[in-house]
Nanobody
Framework: QAQLVESGGGLVQAGGSLKLSCAAS????????MGWFRQAPGKEREFVAA????????YYADSVKGRFTISRDNAKNTVYLQMDTLKPEDTAVYYC??????????????????WGQGTQVTVSS
């Protein structure tokens, strides 16, 4: 069955960088817009970034604009999130997801039906 698996999380100092990967188990996800979300303890899951199926368009939350970069390599069935100039408030579990709607840009949880299990990102002061 189709599956998304995140990797690349870890502990990093404020101001540092980290790159997350999201691998799809089947080629089908090549046809889906993809997104990254994050959730900190006690907070709702929030949108981070989205990318169209071709990678031609991207969209970012204001909180990460200019610091994070989303990309995808459809030949490898993989989506990436490059995170630079990390801040302690970026600490959260990061999830990748595949969208099921066609109303770009997809920035709401309900617009995604396929989710990975998440990878922890911790940014220390």
């Amino acid at each position: 069955q189709a599956q998304l698996v995140e990797s690349g999380g870890g502990l990093v100092q404020a101001g540092g960088s980290l790159k997350l990967s999201c691998a799809a188990s089947v080629r089908t996800f090549r046809n889906y817009p993809m997104g990254w979300f994050r959730q900190a303890p006690g907070k709702e899951r929030e949108f981070v970034a989205a990318i169209t199926w071709s990678g031609g368009s991207t969209y970012y939350a204001d909180s990460v604009k200019g610091r994070f970069t989303i990309s995808r390599d459809n030949a490898k069935n993989t989506v990436y999130l490059q995170m630079d100039t990390l801040k302690p408030e970026d600490t959260a579990v990061y999830y990748c997801a595949a969208a099921t709607t066609h109303t770009w840009p997809q920035s709401r949880v309900y617009e995604y039906d396929y989710w990975g299990q998440g990878t922890q990102v911790t940014v220390s002061s």
